[in-house]
C-alpha cells in the first residue's frame, strides 16, 4: 500500500468509500494531506491538496457549489481537475493566473470500499485487495517552503506591543500580562507605570497601555479621529485568538473575504469583485485607499427604508509595522465614517489579544451618534470580528508565510503583500526583501 513521506509512491487507503459525500473530507497519504469529495451527489470522487492555494485557506472548510469545491475564505473555486475556474475579486471577465490551479493526486480510485489515492505515478494500476481492515495514515504537519513571522519573531522584541486597555489596570493594583512567551507585571503608582521583570519602557496611549521590551524601531501609528470632537469612541471587549498576529493583520487589511465570512453580517455576497487598492508606502508601513460595496444596516436612514441597505464604501487603511492597524470607512451615501483601530498582542506563539477601537461620526448635519448606537455598533463589530477569529482558527497558521511563493496572489492581494514587505522590513532594517 505504499509508504509513508514525501515522495513516497503507490496507493494510499484514505477513507470509507461510504463517507465520502459532497462534503469535503480531510484524509492523508504519501506524506502530504488531502480533501477528498463528491462534486455532485453520487458522483466519483475527486482529491485535491488540503490548502487553498492562495491564502492556504483549508478546503476541509470549504463546499461544492455548482460542481465546484469552493474555498471558504475567499471563494476560489476549482474543478474536479483541480483547475481554478474562478477568482471572485477578479470579477466575471477575470481569468485566473495558471498558479491558481491545484495539484491533484495523479490518481483517485473507489475500490473494496475504500477511496485510495496515488500521489504519484505508480507501476501499480490498481489498490490491492487489503489483508484486513486498511489504516488511513495521520495527518502530516503543515510546512511552509519559505519564511513565517510569528508571535515569537525576535524582532518583536524592539516594537511598542499594546498589553491592556488603560483601564484595566487600576490605581495602586497590579495586572499580569503575557507578551512574546513571557509573563510581565504592571502597576499603576502615583508616579506613574511600573513593569516587572525591567523593559525598555511602558507607556499609555490611545487609552492603552504599551510595553517595549528593547529599544523600538516602529513608527507609532497616528488616529486622528481620538481627538476630533465629531467622533464618539466605544471600545470592543478585548478577545482572544487562538493563534498568531500575522494572519491576523493580514485578515483586517483585506477586502475580499467579507461576501465568504461575513455572511451574516457585512458580506455582499453578490458582490464579490473588488477594485484595485492604490499603496502609498510611508514610514514604518502603508495607506491604502479603496472603494467597494458593503450593507451598512447601521445607517438610520436604512432602517426607516429611506435609503437602500447596500451602500458605497470608501476605506482607508493605515499600517504601522507589526500590528497595529486603522481602517477609516466613509459611506458615501450617509455621509457617516466609522474608524476600526485594530491593535494586536501576541501573547504566545499561539495566543493573540485583539483590542478594537470603534470611532463614529454621523456626518454632515447629524448630530453624535446616540449610546444606543453605539452600543449596537460595537455589538455588531464585535459578531464581525468574532467571524474573523473563527475563519483564523480553522486556517491554523503557526504564522504570515513572507515568501509570495507560498501562496498565489492576484491584484487584490496588494495590501497583502505591502503588508509582507513592510514585516521584512522591520525584521531587517529593509535587508531582507520579499522573494521575487
Known amino acids: 500500500m505504499g509508504t509513508t513521506g514525501w515522495g513516497a509512491t503507490g496507493w494510499f487507503p484514505v477513507a470509507r468509500t461510504a463517507d465520502v459525500g459532497t462534503a469535503p473530507v480531510p484524509v492523508a497519504a504519501g506524506g502530504r494531506s488531502w480533501v477528498v469529495v463528491r462534486m455532485r451527489r453520487g458522483g466519483e470522487v475527486?482529491?485535491?491538496?488540503?490548502?487553498?492555494?492562495?491564502?492556504?485557506?483549508?478546503?476541509?472548510?470549504?463546499?461544492?457549489?455548482?460542481?465546484?469545491?469552493?474555498?471558504?475564505?475567499?471563494?476560489?473555486r476549482f474543478d474536479g481537475e483541480g483547475r481554478c475556474t474562478d477568482i471572485p475579486s477578479l470579477g466575471a471577465d477575470g481569468v485566473p493566473p495558471p498558479r491558481a490551479d491545484l495539484a491533484v493526486p495523479w490518481a483517485v480510485?473507489?475500490?473494496?470500499?475504500?477511496?485510495?489515492?496515488?500521489?504519484?505515478?505508480?507501476?501499480?494500476?490498481?489498490?490491492?485487495?487489503?489483508?484486513?481492515?486498511?489504516?488511513?495514515?495521520?495527518?502530516?504537519?503543515?510546512?511552509?517552503?519559505?519564511?513565517?513571522?510569528?508571535?515569537?519573531?525576535?524582532?518583536l522584541e524592539h516594537a511598542w506591543h499594546p498589553v491592556a486597555l488603560s483601564r484595566e489596570l487600576r490605581p495602586g493594583g497590579w495586572l499580569q500580562v503575557r507578551l512574546l512567551g513571557r509573563t510581565w507585571m504592571l502597576r499603576r503608582t502615583d508616579?506613574?507605570?511600573?513593569?516587572?521583570?525591567?523593559?525598555?519602557?511602558?507607556?499609555?496611549?490611545?487609552?492603552?497601555?504599551?510595553?517595549?521590551?528593547?529599544?523600538?524601531?516602529?513608527?507609532?501609528?497616528?488616529v486622528p479621529e481620538?481627538?476630533?470632537?465629531?467622533?464618539?469612541?466605544?471600545?470592543?471587549?478585548p478577545l482572544r485568538s487562538p493563534g498568531p498576529a500575522?494572519?491576523?493583520?493580514?485578515?483586517?487589511?483585506?477586502?475580499?473575504?467579507?461576501?465568504?465570512?461575513?455572511?451574516?453580517?457585512?458580506?455582499?455576497?453578490?458582490?464579490?469583485?473588488?477594485?484595485?487598492?492604490?499603496?502609498?508606502?510611508?514610514?514604518g508601513g502603508f495607506r491604502s485607499v479603496q472603494e467597494q460595496e458593503v450593507d451598512n444596516p447601521a445607517d438610520p436612514?436604512?432602517?426607516?427604508?429611506?435609503?437602500?441597505?447596500?451602500?458605497?464604501?470608501?476605506?482607508?487603511y493605515s499600517y504601522r509595522a507589526p500590528f497595529q492597524l486603522r481602517l477609516r470607512q466613509e459611506f458615501l451615501d450617509s455621509g457617516a465614517t466609522t474608524t476600526l483601530l485594530y491593535l494586536l498582542q501576541p501573547e504566545d506563539a499561539d495566543s493573540t489579544r485583539i483590542?478594537?477601537?470603534?470611532?463614529?461620526?454621523?456626518?454632515?448635519?447629524?448630530?453624535?451618534?446616540?449610546?444606543?448606537?453605539?452600543?449596537?455598533?460595537?455589538?455588531?463589530?464585535?459578531?464581525?470580528?468574532?467571524?474573523?477569529?473563527?475563519?483564523?482558527?480553522?486556517?491554523?497558521?503557526?504564522?504570515?508565510?513572507?515568501?509570495?511563493?507560498?501562496?498565489?496572489?492576484?491584484?487584490?492581494?496588494?495590501?497583502?503583500?505591502?503588508?509582507?514587505?513592510a514585516l521584512c522590513d522591520f525584521i531587517a532594517a529593509g535587508e531582507r526583501r520579499l522573494a521575487a
Do not use: K
Open 355 to 421: 483590542y478594537v477601537c470603534l470611532m463614529l461620526a454621523a456626518g454632515p448635519g447629524r448630530t453624535l451618534p446616540d449610546p444606543r448606537t453605539v452600543t449596537d455598533q460595537v455589538a455588531l463589530q464585535q459578531r464581525v470580528l468574532e467571524e474573523d477569529i473563527a475563519a483564523q482558527e480553522a486556517l491554523a497558521l503557526p504564522g504570515l508565510p513572507l515568501d509570495r511563493r507560498d501562496e498565489v496572489h492576484v491584484p487584490a492581494d496588494a495590501r497583502g503583500l505591502a503588508l509582507r514587505q
Open 46 to 76: 475527486s482529491a485535491f491538496p488540503a490548502r487553498c492555494p492562495h491564502r492556504l485557506a483549508p478546503l476541509a472548510e470549504g463546499r461544492v457549489a455548482d460542481g465546484r469545491l469552493e474555498c471558504p475564505f475567499h471563494g476560489w
Open 191 to 222: 508616579t506613574g507605570l511600573e513593569v516587572d521583570p525591567p523593559a525598555y519602557a511602558v507607556r499609555e496611549r490611545l487609552g492603552m497601555i504599551w510595553l517595549a521590551p528593547a529599544e523600538p524601531r516602529d513608527v507609532p501609528l497616528e
Open 109 to 155: 480510485e473507489e475500490r473494496h470500499g475504500w477511496v485510495w489515492l496515488a500521489p504519484d505515478r505508480t507501476t501499480t494500476p490498481s489498490p490491492p485487495r487489503p489483508s484486513g481492515t486498511p489504516q488511513p495514515e495521520p495527518a502530516p504537519a503543515d510546512a511552509s517552503r519559505g519564511p513565517v513571522f510569528g508571535n515569537l519573531d525576535p524582532s
Open 226 to 237: 481620538a481627538a476630533d470632537p465629531a467622533f464618539v469612541t466605544g471600545w470592543l471587549p
Open 246 to 283: 500575522g494572519p491576523l493583520a493580514d485578515t483586517f487589511l483585506d477586502a475580499t473575504h467579507s461576501a465568504f465570512v461575513h455572511t451574516t453580517t457585512i458580506g455582499a455576497a453578490d458582490r464579490p469583485a473588488v477594485g484595485p487598492a492604490e499603496i502609498t508606502v510611508e514610514p
Open 301 to 316: 436612514d436604512v432602517v426607516s427604508g429611506a435609503r437602500p441597505l447596500r451602500q458605497r464604501r470608501r476605506t482607508t
